[in-house]
């Protein structure tokens, strides 16, 4: 199974100030930015615009097209997949829900349009849909030609340089915050930018367009950083961390951006691209530590490596938030982070201190008590580990139970654990999880986290 094969797209947020208050801008420059796109194949700034109408609103799609004196031409039926950014279509199943690909275009051009798709013409695609050639000829050597699905670090291969205007930076693509429609061959292409200036006098033209232009080019102001490792891709921002697939690389490759801004509700820390604190005292891990009892910590060396640990574990999470139990959750840290997510949480510890220490539904017994769960979950949590530590038949009753009554099981390691083995896969397999298909996958310094699913075998009766 390959298992970065489906495109997913998950994010962090850094605090719930960042969320509360960028969560709606986001959504408001998605909203408009469609608008836009399509707004300027009315206004003839380009010939032709892809949009992606579900089944239901193709209907009313084509007439809103034809009351400006264009064409809406369905391309493909796919399925619904991802509503801001995917770097491959998902296909469509009878009786799902499902959205057209469809070219919005006007009527001297129809006749091109149809041909350019039908014989798969890049070039001629890119013309219709106004990108600049250059940013064309660098799609189809790395996208068609190349077979990649993340041209981020091609963009700074040849001019090995991240500098440019914002117009051409597309690294909060994920989010669908973006000033131009394409993949720029580099973050300083003139006529991307170009291109994008004249988009942007149109955001006005829209409405609340104005308000959404100014949001979006100061997040495309900001620092960002991202890095891939083994197809997974972690986009950092100063209010939120994006994770979501990339092409499968051996070793760590980074690009960063330097920002010229940083939003009010950004995040501090210790690296780029966050603004580093100024308290480097009372922020440092030592200080952290003689503060902050052992037993708090989870286990931790501080606070700031427990947060990052669970961040790994939080962004492999469903995007659906559902019930989430965890064995062995300490004093209920990463309970506290899903609920806020929207989950049911609930958790199983051993340590009377840890179980009582704070207000979460949080239970006092043995992980391998199942006897303790009240219910089938939609994710249970568990580290490996655990299982190969357990007498051998204890362990097999648990798995069966686990198999029978979690629709996804979150598997995860720490340090030791992963050098002892080799890694999570390793783990797994020795604790007997290694059947589970993996369905998404992260590692962060120190810690691997992935959700498995054992074939649909969630037992729900």
Known sequence: MNRFHTDFTRWIWTSAQAKEVWEPRIREIVRVWGLV??????????????????????????????????????????GAGAVTYSATASPY?????????????????????LEAWGRSNEESIGMLLGYPACCSRFYIKTWVQGQRVDTTAAMVEEIGDTAGPIEANILLRWLGVRLVPHLPCSFSCSETVEFGKRLSTLWSEVPGGTQA????????????????????????????????????????????????????????????????????????????RSVTPVWELNGFSSPIAMDAAHAALLAVLPAEPG????????????????????????????????????????????????????????????????????????????????????RHVLVYAYGDWL?????????SAEAGLGAGDIVLYRRGDG???????FGGSHDSN
Request: glycine share 10%; charged share 25%; aromatic share 8%.
């Open 37 to 78: 796109e399509n707004h300027a194949v009315v206004r003839g700034v380009r010939s032709a615009a892809l949009v992606f109408p579900t089944v239901e609103e193709l209907p009313e799609a084509t007439r809103r097209a034809a009351a400006h004196g264009l064409l809406l031409l369905p391309l493909s039926l796919e």
């Open 93 to 113: 199943a009878a009786g799902q829900p499902g959205k057209y690909r469809a070219v919005l275009v006007r009527p001297e051009a129809a006749g091109a349009a």
């Open 213 to 288: 232009l100014a949001w979006a080019q100061e997040m495309l102001s900001w620092p960002v950083q991202w890095t891939a490792l083994h197809g997974i891709a972690e986009i950092q921002t100063p209010i939120l961390t994006i994770c979501s697939r990339t092409d499968w690389t051996p070793s760590k490759a980074i690009v960063a951006k330097q920002g010229t801004g940083y939003p009010e509700e950004g995040a501090q820390g210790l690296r780029f691209p966050y603004r580093i604190v100024k308290d480097k005292l009372t922020k440092a891990p030592s200080f952290q």
């Open 323 to 406: 019930s989430f139990l965890d064995l062995g959750c300490g004093n209920g840290r990463l309970l506290e982070r899903a609920q806020k997510m929207g989950w049911r949480v609930e958790g199983i510890e051993s340590d009377p201190v840890r179980a009582g220490a704070g207000q979460l539904p949080i239970r006092r017994g043995d992980l391998f008590n199942t006897e303790l769960w009240d219910n089938h979950y939609d994710v249970v949590a568990v580290m490996p580990g655990r299982l190969i530590e357990a007498d051998p038949k204890q362990a097999a009753e648990f798995l069966d139970v686990l198999r029978r009554r979690a």
């Open 419 to 427: 050098e002892r083995f080799g890694g999570l896969g390793p783990l």
């Open 447 to 453: 810690v691997e986290a992935a959700l498995l699913t």
